[in-house]
């Protein structure tokens, strides 16, 4: 499977702009601000019917216009595949499969796949819990779709009981019977959503320890430690023994809402202890896992991101990181640097084909008529 041409009406800063690709590397050159990253979130949505940056679907329309459209056409074991995105401001995105449109968004997630490494990812590390929730959650849901839906019951539970915890206390009383409605349906709902994360996790660890070392170092020891407080004690326990403590909190204190992911290098946490290169070759890592988690589970390889890559990592790692990428392994790669000559020494260096596209050429034709 690989993006054959993407056609771009009114998305960010392109009027009108189309690409065709070969099954292989692509690379998108030109100066800052120039519209590289849009190309890749362009890809984005057509694979999660979002962009990557900015999950407002209105502001992606290029400014003084009214709509946007993506188009893309996906090789699919020699059969063609026409994808359609369409916004337009006030009304509901739509997503088109070979012209048929979607009832559901989530029908079309997990179909083209991809994965995106960007500057951004350094978030992962530097944000709060709630991102790499977010992140964990995303990767499951492509591949099981039930998990999404498992997730959104939870979170309406979840507020039912907290709005129930607010009532009581406003009130002044505490009713244990109409608590145990909305703790047994949590309980059910979360112990799923554990499961599935541990076995998430399991899976990924080592692998996304093989590419720490390949692109990192074999001397340091990085880990992503799963903390969740259903690890230690079963959610029914732990919602009897923080009922007053929830009481008075007015929100529900313990449950799989306040599980996070902590990533740690040499036993210590990366995010305070590890260098630039090394929280980048970190991310990297996970990204790198999780395409090949997704690629198990989707039994496809999805479309790789490559965003900036090679901002931050020293010569050794970018070669390495290349050589990876354009072996066998990953499938369709697009990648944009704001330097020419650096990306076509780094892949001819290592004798890979590649595709060229120099932004600031194309605009030029552009204005020429
Ligand atoms: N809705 C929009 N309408 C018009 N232009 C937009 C819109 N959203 C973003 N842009 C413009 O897109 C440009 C950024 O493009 P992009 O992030 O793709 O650049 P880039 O080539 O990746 O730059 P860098 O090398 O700095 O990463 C900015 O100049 C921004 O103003
Ligand atoms: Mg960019």
Not at 17 to 43: H, P, R, W
Not at 98 to 115: C, M, R, W
Not at 207 to 218: A, E, L, N, P, V
Request: charged share 30%; proline share 2%.
């Amino acid at each position: 499977m690989y993006l054959k041409q993407i056609s771009l009406i009114n998305f960010k800063n392109y009027d009108e702009v189309s690409f065709e690709f070969s099954k292989g590397i692509s690379c998108f050159v030109g100066y800052n601000g120039i519209g590289k990253t849009n190309i890749l979130d362009a890809v984005h949505y057509l694979s999660m019917c979002k962009s990557y940056l900015n999950p407002i679907d209105k502001q992606n329309i290029r400014f003084g216009e009214r709509f946007f459209v993506i188009q893309g056409t996906w090789d699919l074991e020699e059969k063609e595949v026409d994808i359609y995105c369409g916004v337009k401001a006030g009304e509901k995105k739509i997503f088109k499969r070979n012209k048929t449109t979607y009832e559901k968004l989530a029908d079309h997630i997990g179909q083209f796949p991809s994965v995106m490494i960007s500057p951004y990812d350094r978030d992962l590390i530097s944000e709060g819990s709630e991102l790499r929730r977010k992140w964990v959650d995303g990767i499951i849901s492509q591949y099981n779709h039930a998990y999404l839906d498992i997730l959104m019951r939870y979170n309406k539970v979840l507020d039912q009981r907290n709005m129930l915890l607010k009532k009581f206390y406003e009130n002044g009383f505490f009713e244990r019977e109409s608590m145990e409605v909305w703790d047994e349906q949590l309980v059910h709902y979360g112990n799923q959503i554990h499961k599935e994360r541990l076995a998430f996790l399991e899976d990924f660890i080592p692998t996304f320890q093989y590419y720490y070392t390949y692109i990192g170092k074999d001397s340091e020891n990085v880990q992503v430690e799963y903390r969740s407080q259903l690890n230690e004690e079963t959610f029914e326990k732990l919602l009897e023994l923080n009922q007053r403590k929830d009481a008075f909190a007015t929100h529900t204190t313990s449950g799989i809402h306040k599980d996070d992911f902590v990533f740690t290098i040499n036993e210590l946490p990366i995010k305070k202890f590890g260098s630039q290169g090394q929280q980048k070759s970190f991310v990297i890592a996970l990204r790198l896992a999780q395409f090949d988690w997704l690629t198990k589970k989707l039994n496809q390889k999805p479309i790789l991101l490559l965003d900036d890559i090679f901002d931050k990592l020293d010569n050794q790692r970018v070669t390495k990181l290349m050589h990876l990428v354009s072996d066998n392994v990953f499938g369709q790669v697009l990648v944009t640097d704001t330097d020419k000559n650096r990306v076509e020494s780094i892949f001819n260096s290592i004798e890979a084909d590649f595709q060229l596209f120099d932004l600031e050429t194309i605009k030029v034709n552009e204005t020429n008529g």
